[in-house]
């Protein structure tokens, strides 16, 4: 009989989760700007493509940002620019979500055994979705949703309205008004936003710059002022090549003024896939990257808006030079990835007592600094000697966690490690170059050869027992001189009238 | 909204044109005297009564796939069968599968029928009935389009028994003495089919559809077309039967939809 009752209550909980959907709502594609708002309003983090969205959670999206989300397996909803979800507790056989702002795909084919998908709207209207193709929009005066492919029931205050295919149900006061679509709408709806996103993706630099910005400008609080300071005609450049493991790199480059004193080149390196093929052992995953590189100086007086203004303005100010200059190397994004590995070094100007200036040096690994012991030297290196050999180097030096700050190694307290460097000069293709491939190719013109390297860093550390420093392996960025590039070639058109400007 | 008033009342004028036109066919056709042409049609009628009792049948069917949201769909023609003929019918239809993930829609379709004015013919044991069965396989090419094909078996009897005897001949003097050959006690005619048809449905507005569709019955190698304007419950519409005594038929019908 005890056996019959286990078997029973058994039985019963399986048929039991059989009915309850899941409530896993998870981020499958990430493009520009999105954020997830935990619930109670917890601290924005930055959506991650395989990121679980528990109940309660908003998810939004930025100018340009955009979203794919999976409610059920095989199941999907996109969410456009400046929209706004929020991830309501599903009930039996339903997940809910409630629409807040912007405009939505939702692809629902694999409900099955009675599921259903409901999409809440404000004013109490609910599209109940059994495997239909949606698009909605919810704004301030518009709250619309389409049937595509399928049928849907819309449900608000206790009317039901049955949106058959190729209609659409809007909120017009009190009622439910049904049209036909229009054949703008059918075109958006059978339009693939998931190309379109992958599109956004590939091509968007100017939008991940934008995410960059407003992920870092979010901890200052200055997101939007941040955001608007990126103008179009700062200098911008992009290039997409295999790194020297052979991973799919997409590199962008951008000098930003994020205040009137302060210029920054940030370096940004993405691929969606990893695989490491150094010389060194790799620990990190390999699912996508994200690395960059920031490099900034703050002066100490405002500098011309105008980058091509800067050599008669200093030449003009004697008093003007930096405050401050740093350089930040990352795997990770600036806010809501707390796994991510940060290298720091930045030169501090002090004023000293005597009214001297000094610098201070400061070099942080994971907000620790660190500092260079001096009894371990360097003990590995190689690279290219002449020009048959490939231009590559790496080190292996002698460094120390100085947690007290000291510059002193404490046993006690500190902990030694080694900083792992690898250097390539690779072509678009991740070969790594020769001299040869320089000195011998006569008919190559130097900006076209330009265009064809880069150089790829590769930082890496190491315990004395051998396990990993970084939590995802190493920091490897991709550079080309493709801004510089720019920046000359810019400033070499406007040669005459800068000279003429120095002059007076 | 002027544009829409014009709209629906040029549709509705293409309708009632086409319904004019569905009763001034058979006369205007080969250019003949509506008199000749009504004789022919009695003629052909009479060489072949089956197949036009079996045009009269198709009136009675609904071979259209269940609208996109519903799962069942009932229905019956009104007119030009339950009336005037008073040809009691209704059909069925039930979605066994809905569309999604690129599988398509399919039903199941079935209607029957009787008359029910034989029922109540005295002295006589009549009967004219009819059934069809098929399914549907539909797909949408575009939010306001879908395409379907199915298979559908139709077929129509008519049975006519007399109490007595009808001597058609012994009366007559020229043939007293020969053997009675023309003593006619019962008829029986009936028609069977097996259409292949293919189709379009149209969305014109929020549960309004044109349907159009041509049907290809591999036993009689004949052809069957129709043009439905389905509303939110009747359906008005146009079939013709090229191969019939009478070509074009103006129909009307109910339908109900869960």
Same mark, same amino acid.
């Given at each position: 009989?005890?056996?019959?009752?286990?078997?029973?209550?058994?039985?019963?909980?399986?048929?039991?989760?059989?009915?309850?959907?899941?409530?896993?709502?998870?981020?499958?594609?990430?493009?520009?700007?999105?954020?997830?708002?935990?619930?109670?309003?917890?601290?924005?983090?930055?959506?991650?493509?395989?990121?679980?969205?528990?109940?309660?959670?908003?998810?939004?999206?930025?100018?340009?940002?955009?979203?794919?989300?999976?409610?059920?397996?095989?199941?999907?909803?996109?969410?456009?620019?400046?929209?706004?979800?929020?991830?309501?507790?599903?009930?039996?056989?339903?997940?809910?979500?409630?629409?807040?702002?912007?405009?939505?795909?939702?692809?629902?084919?694999?409900?099955?055994?009675?599921?259903?998908?409901?999409?809440?709207?404000?004013?109490?209207?609910?599209?109940?979705?059994?495997?239909?193709?949606?698009?909605?929009?919810?704004?301030?005066?518009?709250?619309?949703?389409?049937?595509?492919?399928?049928?849907?029931?819309?449900?608000?205050?206790?009317?039901?309205?049955?949106?058959?295919?190729?209609?659409?149900?809007?909120?017009?006061?009190?009622?439910?008004?049904?049209?036909?679509?229009?054949?703008?709408?059918?075109?958006?709806?059978?339009?693939?936003?998931?190309?379109? /996103?992958?599109?956004?993706?590939?091509?968007?630099?100017?939008?991940?710059?934008?995410?960059?910005?407003?992920?870092?400008?979010?901890?200052?609080? /200055?997101?939007?002022?941040?955001?608007?300071?990126?103008?179009?005609?700062?200098?911008?450049?992009?290039?997409?090549?295999?790194?020297?493991?052979?991973?799919?790199?997409?590199?962008?480059?951008?000098?930003?003024?994020?205040?009137?004193?302060?210029?920054?080149?940030?370096?940004?390196?993405?691929?969606?896939?990893?695989?490491?093929?150094?010389?060194?052992?790799?620990?990190?995953?390999?699912?996508?990257?994200?690395?960059?590189?920031?490099?900034?100086?703050?002066?100490?007086?405002?500098?011309?808006?105008?980058?091509?203004?800067?050599?008669?303005?200093?030449?003009?100010?004697?008093?003007?030079?930096?405050?401050?200059?740093?350089?930040?190397?990352?795997?990770?994004?600036?806010?809501?990835?707390?796994?991510?590995?940060?290298?720091?070094?930045?030169?501090?100007?002090?004023?000293?007592?005597?009214?001297?200036?000094?610098?201070?040096?400061?070099?942080?690994?994971?907000?620790?600094?660190?500092?260079?012991?001096?009894?371990?030297?360097?003990?590995?290196?190689?690279?290219?000697?002449?020009?048959?050999?490939?231009?590559?180097?790496?080190?292996?030096?002698?460094?120390?966690?100085?947690?007290?700050?000291?510059?002193?190694?404490?046993?006690?307290?500190?902990?030694?490690?080694?900083?792992?460097?690898?250097?390539?000069?690779?072509?678009?293709?991740?070969?790594?170059?020769?001299?040869?491939?320089?000195?011998?190719?006569?008919?190559?013109?130097?900006?076209?050869?330009?265009?064809?390297?880069?150089?790829?860093?590769?930082?890496?550390?190491?315990?004395?027992?051998?396990?990993?420093?970084?939590?995802?392996?190493?920091?490897?960025?991709?550079?080309?001189?493709?801004?510089?590039?720019?920046?000359?070639?810019?400033?070499?058109?406007?040669?005459?009238?800068?000279?003429?400007?120095?002059?007076? | 909204?002027?544009?829409?008033?014009?709209?629906?009342?040029?549709?509705?004028?293409?309708?009632?044109?086409?319904?004019?036109?569905?009763?001034?066919?058979?006369?205007?056709?080969?250019?003949?005297?509506?008199?000749?042409?009504?004789?022919?049609?009695?003629?052909?009628?009479?060489?072949?009564?089956?197949?036009?009792?079996?045009?009269?049948?198709? +009136? +009675?069917?609904?071979?259209?796939?269940?609208?996109?949201?519903?799962?069942?769909?009932?229905?019956? +023609?009104?007119?030009?069968?339950?009336?005037?003929?008073?040809?009691?019918?209704?059909?069925?239809?039930?979605?066994?599968?809905?569309?999604?993930?690129?599988?398509?829609?399919?039903?199941?379709?079935?209607?029957?029928?009787?008359?029910?004015?034989?029922?109540?013919?005295?002295?006589?044991?009549?009967?004219?009935?009819?059934?069809?069965?098929?399914?549907?396989?539909?797909?949408?090419?575009?939010?306001?389009?879908?395409?379907?094909?199915?298979?559908?078996?139709?077929?129509?009897?008519?049975?006519?028994?007399?109490?007595?005897?009808?001597?058609?001949?012994?009366?007559?003097?020229?043939?007293?003495?020969?053997?009675?050959?023309?003593?006619?006690?019962?008829?029986?005619?009936?028609?069977?089919?097996?259409?292949?048809?293919?189709?379009?449905?149209?969305?014109?507005?929020?549960?309004?559809?044109?349907?159009?569709?041509?049907?290809?019955?591999?036993?009689?190698?004949?052809?069957?077309?129709?043009?439905?304007?389905?509303?939110?419950?009747?359906?008005?519409?146009?079939?013709?039967?090229?191969?019939?005594?009478?070509?074009?038929?103006?129909?009307?019908?109910?339908?109900?939809?869960?």
């Amino acid at each position: 009989m005890r056996k019959l009752s286990i078997l029973a209550a058994v039985v019963g909980a399986a048929l039991l989760s059989a009915a309850v959907v899941s409530a896993d709502v998870k981020i499958t594609s990430v493009s520009g700007i999105v954020r997830v708002v935990p619930a109670g309003g917890g601290a924005v983090i930055a959506a991650a493509i395989g990121q679980v969205v528990p109940t309660g959670s908003e998810i939004n999206t930025g100018e340009n940002g955009r979203v794919t989300i999976e409610t059920s397996p095989g199941n999907t909803l996109r969410l456009r620019e400046n929209g706004k979800l929020l991830v309501l507790e599903p009930k039996p056989k339903e997940n809910r979500i409630q629409f807040l702002a912007g405009r939505i795909k939702g692809m629902f084919h694999h409900l099955v055994g009675g599921e259903k998908f409901s999409l809440e709207f404000a004013d109490n209207a609910v599209a109940s979705i059994k495997g239909t193709d949606v698009v909605a929009e919810s704004t301030d005066t518009v709250r619309r949703i389409s049937t595509i492919y399928g049928a849907i029931e819309f449900h608000r205050g206790g009317t039901v309205v049955l949106i058959p295919q190729g209609c659409s149900a809007s909120i017009a006061g009190v009622r439910i008004k049904m049209e036909t679509l229009t054949e703008e709408q059918i075109r958006e709806g059978l339009a693939d936003w998931e190309a379109e /996103q992958a599109q956004h993706k590939a091509t968007g630099s100017s939008d991940d710059m934008k995410m960059f910005m407003s992920q870092a400008g979010d901890v200052a609080g /200055q997101a939007q002022e941040l955001v608007t300071q990126i103008r179009e005609d700062d200098f911008a450049a992009g290039r997409t090549m295999r790194d020297v493991h052979g991973n799919l790199t997409r590199i962008d480059q951008r000098i930003l003024r994020p205040t009137a004193r302060e210029v920054a080149f940030v370096n940004l390196c993405k691929r969606d896939t990893y695989q490491y093929k150094g010389k060194y052992k790799y620990t990190g995953g390999d699912g996508v990257r994200f690395d960059y590189l920031e490099a900034k100086v703050v002066f100490n007086a405002d500098l011309p808006s105008s980058l091509l203004n800067w050599p008669s303005f200093f030449s003009s100010h004697d008093g003007v030079e930096p405050d401050l200059m740093q350089v930040t190397i990352s795997n990770g994004k600036p806010i809501g990835d707390d796994g991510r590995d940060m290298f720091v070094s930045s030169s501090q100007k002090v004023i000293l007592a005597n009214g001297d200036k000094d610098w201070v040096d400061t070099v942080t690994l994971n907000g620790v600094k660190i500092e260079s012991d001096d009894t371990v030297t360097t003990v590995d290196s190689g690279g290219g000697k002449d020009g048959s050999e490939e231009l590559w180097g790496m080190s292996k030096a002698g460094f120390y966690f100085d947690r007290d700050g000291d510059k002193i190694y404490d046993a006690g307290t500190d902990t030694k490690f080694f900083m792992i460097t690898e250097g390539y000069c690779i072509n678009n293709d991740g070969k790594i170059l020769k001299v040869s491939d320089f000195l011998n190719n006569p008919s190559m013109d130097p900006i076209g050869m330009l265009k064809t390297v880069a150089m790829e860093g590769i930082v890496a550390g190491e315990y004395t027992n051998g396990s990993a420093v970084f939590n995802r392996g190493n920091i490897d960025l991709v550079m080309t001189p493709d801004i510089v590039l720019a920046v000359v070639s810019k400033l070499a058109s406007q040669i005459p009238s800068m000279a003429g400007d120095m002059k007076m | 909204m002027k544009s829409v008033t014009s709209h629906r009342e040029l549709k509705g004028a293409s309708l009632r044109l086409l319904l004019a036109l569905a009763f001034l066919a058979p006369g205007a056709a080969g250019a003949l005297s509506l008199t000749d042409r009504m004789i022919g049609v009695a003629t052909d009628i009479a060489a072949d009564p089956a197949s036009f009792l079996y045009d009269l049948h198709q +009136n +009675n069917e609904d071979f259209t796939p269940v609208t996109p949201g519903r799962f069942v769909e009932g229905g019956m +023609n009104l007119f030009p069968t339950f009336l005037p003929l008073a040809m009691l019918n209704g059909n069925l239809k039930v979605r066994l599968l809905k569309e999604h993930g690129g599988l398509p829609q399919i039903d199941l379709l079935g209607g029957g029928w009787s008359d029910m004015a034989a029922w109540f013919v005295p002295g006589t044991k009549v009967g004219w009935w009819g059934w069809n069965l098929g399914a549907i396989i539909s797909g949408s090419i575009d939010p306001r389009m879908r395409v379907f094909g199915g298979y559908e078996y139709s077929q129509m009897r008519a049975d006519l028994e007399l109490g007595d005897k009808i001597d058609a001949g012994s009366m007559f003097g020229s043939l007293e003495g020969l053997p009675d050959l023309s003593t006619l006690n019962s008829i029986h005619v009936g028609k069977r089919e097996h259409y292949l048809t293919l189709g379009a449905e149209l969305l014109r507005s929020s549960d309004k559809y044109l349907v159009a569709q041509m049907s290809y019955g591999l036993a009689g190698q004949r052809l069957a077309a129709r043009l439905t304007w389905k509303g939110k419950g009747f359906n008005t519409g146009i079939a013709f039967y090229p191969e019939g005594s009478w070509v074009i038929w103006p129909f009307e019908s109910f339908t109900v939809r869960f």
